[in-house]
């Protein structure tokens, strides 16, 4: 793999330790470039059927490339406009009733916890917490559903690997925010039935865009509630078209073309590298981080073989904007005393000298 | 009104009659540069804080374009990616039972049809029809909601002026797809509880954008479903974190910057000529193309003081094809003999002969 032309591809390392992919990826200049083709094509030819016909073949070429990075089916991936979409379309699309208990990890996001609260109020359903780290103990013959990350977003600590095995007995749903385009995914050997991952973070593609899988035998329990007309087997039907019984069918009722083929372009080029050279040089990088830091003295969290490290610094906020100051970018954990860096394959060595430089 | 002047602010008329605003509008120049700007400073400075601000800012002014064009108060706006996703928004907000009766118009669009199947399935209800002149004198007093089109998007028909009187007794939901940005729209003189309506229509922003429309009486009766970290009043609360109780609770989960702005830009194209010359020259324009038509020896499907114009032709798809080799664009309806011509104030009599010229 030659990192240094894959760097080059991302205009943000002229002047910039980019090291924030897990709030939004680094964008590269094709995925822009490709927006700007389709904008300028857009105002010139207008947007009638011409138009939704790229729209459209965009669209699968985008579900092909979420299904190639989670070694899944085209057919079973749906597109969503964000982890959370994923997350709602599956919980809302499941049926509950008063009593049922979700199982999930503590510290989980916001972006899994908000759309529980509201099962929570609506149905009420129980929702009861346990580490991370022994989420499969926790497992009771009252649990209907297993939430919680594949990558933990505080740190960087990985779900057990023994989730496989519960998954064989109940639906377990991945937040896939930090493990998507950063760790290695195979959905049907993670045993989940769900997995809900960003195109914006470690797929380097806009805001907006995401993806979910659901596991075939999950496609026709999973009811889908926001149904456009992109989604409906046969939409003259009116009230009897049903949705399609694939992804499609789980897709967000709107994404624009521009966003969409920008999302391809970004996908193609880390799967032009090789998604397993992507992976094995981010982890790399990151376990590098890791040691640097314990080495420089500092209190590194307990991680995985993922993309990020978080550490220790008396006053987060004020480390945050020094490492700007110096063309750094990281983030802090608000709540916590962590920064937390997140390594690409994009990265090198150069940018973790400039955040070591910079910490001080 | 020069209206040269706001013609020349899109592209595609250089070329073409662009006649259909109902499936997408014209994209104004200036749409597509606000976008290529963020998406170069996404490119060269990354998507940290910053570009975050950037996003919020862009989501507020977006609201706010949106609350002038509506006739509302900003904070009862919210940002939906569709039309559809504010309907499904709505519809699945509100709380069912077995039996409970939705009103519909015959002839409504498969985005409003294809989420109240789901309701039927998900709840039981019952949706009953009647023709979209008559559904004022088709309310019973088993009706729990009306739902139907503003204008509708067969012939360009108005809703009864007699709907504002049913919405002080029972909640009305009106598919503002062909009516925001096409007509005058004052959602509190319309009556209606809810307007939903799609942001790249009659507002030429991009795919992907929409707005919905709650009364304050009913912002906090609708409860968000699809809840992500920006919907949330104190995202650290966990599960017992709320949606905000106001527009922004009810907004989609996750729009690109890029998305947001170029729907700004766009709406200002039409804010800078003052929207009530916007429609009141569509209007006119939209009546002379009937009226020619008609004097043409064409059947004029029943209109009101609208801007689509639909009319019989032998074979539909044929004159479709034909016309655009001429360089008009207008769409034909799927099961019906119609040929439909979506008329702006950004067309002119050109654009109206250049039509009928190809017609023969």
Redesign the interface.
Known sequence: MDHELLRAE???F???A?L?AG???????AA?AA??GL??G????????P?FET?LAAQEERRARYAEVLHARTEDVALT??T??GI?HVL?GLSWRAGDEILIAEQ?H??L??????L???HGVV?RSAPLEDIVEAVDANTKLVACSHVRWTDGALAPAGLAEVGRQIPVLLDGAQGLGAVPVDVEALGCAFYAAPG?KWLCG???T?TLWIHPEWQSRV???????L??DT??A?????PWPDGRGHD????????TV?AVRAMDVLADVGWDAVLERAATLAGTLADRLAESGRTVAPRGRTTLVSWSEADPKAAVARLNEAGV?V?DL??TDLLRASVGAWNDEGDLDRLLGALG
């Open positions: 991302f205009p943000v002229q002047e910039t980019y924030n709030t939004c990826g680094p964008l590269p200049r822009g927006a700007v904008l300028h857009a105002e010139h030819q207008g947007r009638a059927m138009h729209m406009t964000a959370t979409d709602v809302q989980e916001p972006g916890l908000g759309p529980l609260g509201v929570v109020r609506q929702v914006q806009p805001i907006g995401g009811e889908p509630r926001a149904v456009g007309y989604n409906l939409p003259s009116g009230l009897q078209s049903r967000a009722i709107a994404t624009s073309a521009e966003v920008a970018v983030r608000p709540g």
